[in-house]
């Protein structure tokens, strides 16, 4: 299995209150993702990053940031949380190339349920 | 801008039999991965399978294989012989970078619920 942890599982936070989750991998993959999945929706792009210091916005990138200040960190904080944002948050990552194979296949981390009251 | 359309929100199928979920795709790159998940209630993200744009065979993992019709921009994942522990969701998705340079992205279709029937 692919060695990406996040942090915290699980998450009962109040409306207004700042919030970060991290991701932590151990694969050295370039890109990291951030998804939300919610009922009816599937899995969603938040922001990725494609290196250090580098990310860019997904799908629903509004109320959220990211930073990645080592290879292996990715943090997502919610500056002030609102119910909307209660979620199941998954971290992901991949490579562009792996074992010949292009374009593949994102690994994901346990994911994190957070609840906004 | 990629985009993956699965139009079946749930499905039955009888334990021992063979299904079919669908999913379709857009994207104007050239080189682009297709790979479905499946998600069981526990809430993990398991990988079943991957097809690359360029293979010309069709994938296959134990009981999982890839109809890929690159043409009608098609990626079916069939299940044969379903067991009661392939219910779950599963989704479809895309990895791929810009022709124009950019950075991959993997894009997910919203998910179809399997469900075996003993």
């Known amino acids: 299995d692919a060695g990406i942890t996040q942090s915290p599982r699980h998450k009962v936070t109040e409306t207004g209150t700042p919030v970060t989750l991290r991701c932590h991998q151990t694969?050295?993959?370039?890109?990291m993702y951030w998804y939300r999945q919610d009922p009816g929706h599937g899995l969603r792009l938040i922001h990725y990053s494609y290196g250090v210091k580098d990310t860019d916005k997904g799908e629903v990138s509004d109320g959220y940031s990211v930073s990645r200040s080592k290879t292996e960190d990715f943090l997502l904080t919610l500056e002030s949380a609102t119910s909307s944002q209660t979620s199941v948050y998954f971290c992901?990552?991949?490579?562009?190339?792996?074992?010949?194979?292009?374009?593949?296949?994102?690994?994901f981390g346990q994911g994190t349920r957070l609840t906004v009251v | 801008a990629q985009k993956i359309t699965q139009t079946q929100p749930g499905m039955f199928v009888q334990e021992k039999e063979a299904v079919t979920l669908d999913c379709t795709y857009d994207t104007s790159d050239q080189s682009y991965g297709l790979f479905w998940y499946k998600q069981p209630s526990s809430g993990e993200m398991i990988f079943l399978i991957y097809?690359?744009?360029?293979?010309?065979q069709n994938a296959t993992e134990g009981r999982y294989s890839l109809n890929f019709q690159k043409a009608r921009k098609s990626a079916n994942l069939v299940i044969s012989a379903s067991q009661l522990g392939d219910s779950a969701m599963y989704f479809c998705?895309?990895?791929?970078?810009?022709?124009?340079?950019?950075?991959?992205?993997?894009?997910f279709g919203t998910g179809t619920k399997l469900q075996v029937i003993p």
């Open positions: 097809q690359g744009s360029y293979d010309e």
């Open positions: 694969e050295n993959h370039r890109y």
């Open positions: 992901a990552i991949s490579e562009s190339e792996q074992g010949g194979r292009l374009n593949t296949e994102a690994f």
């Open positions: 998705a895309m990895s791929s970078a810009p022709n124009s340079g950019g950075y991959q992205k993997v894009t």
